[in-house]
């Protein structure tokens, strides 16, 4: 299995790039958002990798950060949502705003991606919701966890509900979203408690 990828950026165009290894190049299918956060040609650079097998070959995909292959491996999981819409949306929107849009169920947002549509949007929102809620369930998320109803901070009880989309337990989410300042907005609290997280 490959993990990851650490070496020399050798080449960068839309969607792609290729990352140099003990001289090796590797080339690497990526989104619009962890393109425009690689280094200068020629620096180092780390990308977290999925290897997608299919009887047409091999596609290496890459992504600057766990959180946003956590959201492509979610996308690839939901029927007839292949690695190319995956990315479309992940060149759309950050991890953080997809693992928003699914807890608000923000279907508008999503369809905005290239060639994906709204019937294409509501079905990943409904799948991965009940993934969620089922995970919940698996896991005992029924039991007490201190989460802020509604009324008292809706941000928060958004922003945990994101990271569980994003693959944290809901007691992980809790504990450290429960501390910070109420008055942020949801996508601030998802920021601050990623840092925290990873």
Request: aromatic share 6%; net charge neutral; glycine share 8%.
């Amino acid at each position: 299995m490959l993990y990851s990828l650490r070496g020399k950026l050798t080449h960068v165009e839309a969607n792609f790039a290729v990352v140099e290894c003990a001289g090796v190049g590797y080339g690497v299918r990526t989104s619009a958002v962890t393109i425009s956060k690689l280094p200068k040609m020629g620096e180092e650079v780390t990308l977290y990798t999925y290897l997608h097998v299919t009887e047409a070959g091999l596609d290496l995909f890459g992504f600057r950060d766990q959180s946003e292959l956590a959201c492509f491996k979610m996308l690839i999981g939901v029927t007839r949502v292949g690695p190319k819409a995956a990315l479309s949306v992940l060149s759309s929107v950050t991890a953080e705003q997809f693992a928003l849009c699914v807890a608000s169920g923000d279907a508008k947002t999503l369809a905005r991606a290239p060639g994906l549509g709204m019937k294409t949007a509501q079905r990943i929102l409904l799948e991965l919701k009940d993934k969620v809620d089922k995970e919940q369930a698996a896991a005992g998320f029924t039991e007490a966890v201190d989460i802020p109803a509604p009324g008292r901070s809706s941000n928060a009880g958004e922003a945990i509900s994101a990271l569980v989309v994003l693959g944290y337990t809901q007691s992980e989410a809790a504990s450290v979203v429960t501390k910070l300042p109420p008055e942020l907005s949801v996508e601030e609290m998802i920021k601050a408690a990623l840092k925290k997280l990873s």
